[in-house]
């Protein structure tokens, strides 16, 4: 979460192909992960969410990996589509489940 | 349901002039509040956030306050605005304790 004022790195694929989008947090007391999906000029929206006592979770299109012991967060989406293009967040819960603080997002371009 | 309402959408403001954001709630009681500030490209740092009226955590010192005073309502201040104060502000809400996070639509403020 501290990487906030570096430049978003880019990820490019090609439309249909899967996406995969790479977080690292680095509070070993996190216990509740989520990624969000913000598109230009708009307020981040819920995508998946992952509790620290599980290593993987689906959800339509889109399956979160978590690996503790790297302290490593993967968001996957299936098939990727142009309304997919967006920035990416992972955000972890700290602060007894009141602090929300974000990792550096992730542009996705979808190229057709 | 749940909504948050965040305005002004956008604001310009000359330098050394004061500021209120003003961010609200509805339809949901005692959330976790919380404000970010979001440069143009950058990543989501957290400013402040709140478990309760009158109660504000501050994450990073700088020339902004925030306030709680009722249960849904959170403003974030400035007494004298800088340059370095433009960027996109979001208000978000959560029942805490390992739930996901509401954004607001932001407000993109301009320092001249």
């Known amino acids: 979460g501290e990487s906030v004022g570096l430049h978003l790195p880019t990820l490019s694929v090609q439309e249909g192909d899967n996406s995969i989008i790479n977080c690292a947090y680095s509070?070993?007391?996190?216990?509740?992960f989520i990624w969000y999906k913000q598109e230009s000029g708009k307020g981040p929206q819920f995508i998946i969410d992952?509790?620290?006592?599980?290593d993987k979770r689906q959800g339509q299109r889109v399956t979160v990996l978590l690996n503790k012991t790297v302290k490593h967060l993967s968001l996957q989406i299936a098939a990727t589509q142009p309304g997919d293009s967006a920035v990416y967040f992972c955000a972890e819960e700290t602060g007894g489940g009141n602090k929300l603080t974000f990792g550096t997002g992730t542009q996705l371009k979808v190229e057709l | 349901s749940q909504t948050i309402h965040q305005w002004p959408a956008t604001l310009v403001q000359p330098v050394g002039s004061p500021l209120s954001l003003e961010c609200t709630v509805e339809g949901t009681s005692n959330p976790n509040l919380y404000w970010y500030r979001q440069a143009a490209g950058r990543g989501l740092q957290l400013l402040f956030y709140?478990?309760?009226?009158?109660?504000i955590s501050s994450e990073v010192p700088q020339n902004l306050s925030a306030s709680r005073p009722q249960d849904r309502q959170f403003i974030l201040s400035s007494k004298k605005l800088l340059l370095s104060d433009s960027g996109f502000y979001l208000c978000?809400?959560?029942?805490?304790?390992?739930?996901?996070?509401?954004f607001g639509q932001g407000t993109r403020l301009t320092v001249v």
């Open positions: 709140s478990v309760g009226i009158g109660q």
């Open positions: 992952i509790r620290s006592n599980m």
């Open positions: 509070n070993s007391a996190s216990d509740y």
């Open positions: 978000a809400w959560s029942r805490g304790g390992r739930t996901e996070a509401f």
